[in-house]
């Protein structure tokens, strides 16, 4: 069975860190594409950020450019989202996604999902 779990969200004052996690199990994680999507209350699911199986390639929205950064440890099978000078507009739901084939920007291309973690920027 597989299990994306996210952890790390929280509240944070607009200008603050935080740092998001997603640990895997019942997938050979090494072999999948990660991503970062985001729903704010009342909008769709957005794509943050994306990472290759191998941390190689990277691709972000262009709004967190600069500010969030993806990295992942494939001996842990984690993925992380480092989250540096939070604005209010990022309050979110925030959730990781697992694909088999490359990162790629649309929901459908993700075969597996975490429940998600509340981030909210106060400000």
């Known amino acids: 069975q597989v299990q994306l779990v996210e952890s790390g969200g929280g509240l944070v004052q607009a200008g603050g860190s935080l740092r998001l996690s997603c640990a895997a199990s019942g997938l050979p994680f090494s072999l999948y594409s990660m991503a970062w999507f985001r729903q704010a209350p009342g909008k769709e699911r957005e794509f943050v950020v994306g990472i290759s199986y191998n941390g190689g390639r990277t691709s972000y929205q262009d709004s967190v450019k600069g500010r969030f950064t993806i990295s992942r440890d494939n001996a842990k099978k984690t993925v992380y989202l480092q989250m540096n000078s939070l604005k209010p507009e990022d309050t979110a739901v925030y959730y990781c996604?697992?694909?088999?084939?490359?990162?790629?920007?649309?929901?459908?291309?993700?075969?597996?999902w975490g429940q998600g973690t509340q981030v909210t920027v106060s400000s």
């Open positions: 996604a697992a694909a088999l084939s490359g990162a790629a920007t649309r929901e459908t291309h993700y075969a597996y």
